[in-house]
Antibody
Framework: EVQLVESGGGLVQPGGSLRLSCAAS????????MSWVRQAPGKGLEWVAN????????YYVDSVKGRFTISRDNAKNSLYLQMNSLRAEDTAVYYC?????????WGQGTLVTVSS | DIQMTQSPSTLSASVGDRVTITCRAS??????LAWYQQKPGKAPKLLIY???SLESGVPSRFSGSGSGTEFTLTISSLQPDDFATYYC????????FGQGTKVEIK
């Protein structure tokens, strides 16, 4: 069964940092682009970042450029999102997803709350 | 940046109705468009990719059409399980989602 499981969310103060992880199973992880997508409470979906199979290309939405870093470890079948200088507007459920002719599958999401 | 605009934002319909949701791109995206269904508290589910290709396991009452800047998602006969929020997403230049269309019970 194909499965993505996120972890690492939680409550953090403005200006703080957090590292999200996404563990993949049941897929040939190293063969796919991977993405992070977020959803603020009661709001729509927003693509955050994606990364090529070998990590050589990375792209970000403008609002997180210079603050967030996407990375992957193909040996561990894992995707990461390092989030620095967090702001209240970064509060959201963060999903990882396989990026191939649409996003599928998705993880269950991990909640990040930025608040003092 | 490519903007995606969905209409309507909310749609009230009954079981058995034919439902159409429209998504417009601010510039041409060829056929690089996907549709998702999301239920409260759950991750989105891919329904349609490449504008008109049905994802494996998705009921055939769902269909997608369009290219360039205008796209539609059609549910041919609305079922109780279909009441949810639907999003379009362009993949031509980075990625952008529409704001969503909530399909609710009339």
């Amino acid at each position: 069964e194909v499965q993505l499981v996120e972890s690492g969310g939680g409550l953090v103060q403005p200006g703080g940092s957090l590292r999200l992880s996404c563990a993949a199973s049941g897929i040939t992880f190293s063969s796919y682009w991977m993405s992070w997508v977020r959803q603020a409470p009661g709001k729509g979906l927003e693509w955050v970042a994606n990364i090529k199979q070998d990590g050589s290309e990375k792209y970000y939405v403008d609002s997180v450029k210079g603050r967030f870093t996407i990375s992957r470890d193909n040996a561990k079948n894992s995707l990461y999102l390092q989030m620095n200088s967090l702001r209240a507007e970064d509060t959201a459920v963060y999903y990882c997803a396989r990026d191939s002719s649409g996003y599928e599958p998705w993880g269950q999401g991990t909640l990040v709350t930025v608040s003092s | 940046d490519i903007q995606m605009t969905q209409s309507p934002s909310t749609l009230s319909a009954s079981v058995g109705d034919r439902v159409t949701i429209t998504c417009r791109a601010s510039q041409s995206i060829s056929s690089c468009l996907a549709w998702y269904q999301q239920k409260p508290g759950k991750a989105p589910k891919l329904l349609i990719y490449d504008a008109s290709s049905l994802e494996s396991g998705v009921p055939s009452r769902f269909s997608g059409s369009g290219s360039g800047t205008e796209f539609t998602l059609t549910i041919s006969s609305l079922q109780p399980d279909d009441f949810a929020t639907y999003y379009c997403q362009q993949c031509n230049s980075y990625s952008t989602f529409g704001q969503g269309t909530k399909v609710e019970i009339k």
